[in-house]
């Protein structure tokens, strides 16, 4: 039987999958921040401005369902694929729609809280495949698209 990991990319003897994945990966939540920015705007003038009271909710429902429909069709963000990133399953495979949920999910209580996301940033630094937290649990892995 062979380990879970046996299915993914060996860092060390294919390193070029993991190269500057965590500089890209940075740089894809830049562009899906600025995307999320744009799609609030409409949904603030649609709402006479109401929606203003309430951003924090909107900008968290707009992102989440942003990140999770994005990754449920082609395992990557608009961001991630501006960046040539994706993320795979524990067994190399993109991921699905529950995946994807999952993922979404980690990523937001991640950014709830500061050292959840600070522990996540050194996970990615430090770890041999520059997984994050959400990463770790769920057995995803970003991947260079074109390694």
Do not use: C
């Not at 003897?13 to 830049?30: G, I």
């Not at 729609?97 to 999910?105: D, E, K, M, P, W």
């Amino acid at each position: 039987m062979h380990a879970v990991t046996d299915h993914l990319p060996d860092p060390v003897a294919q390193p070029e999958f993991y190269d500057s994945v965590t500089s890209k990966r940075f740089l894809a939540w830049v562009i899906d921040t600025i995307l999320v920015g744009i799609l609030v705007v409409p949904v603030v003038v649609f709402t006479l401005g109401i929606a203003l009271f309430f951003l924090p909710v909107v900008w968290l429902a707009i992102s989440f369902v942003y990140r999770w429909i994005t990754l449920a069709n082609g395992s990557a963000t608009w961001g991630m694929r501006a960046m040539a990133i994706e993320l795979r399953d524990a067994y190399g495979q993109r991921l699905d729609t529950g995946l994807a949920f999952l993922h979404t999910l980690g990523y937001a209580l991640s950014i709830s809280t500061a050292i959840v996301q600070v522990g996540s940033i050194v996970l990615m630094l430090t770890t041999e495949r520059r997984q994050g937290l959400s990463d770790l649990v769920l057995g995803t892995v970003m991947l260079n698209r074109r390694a």
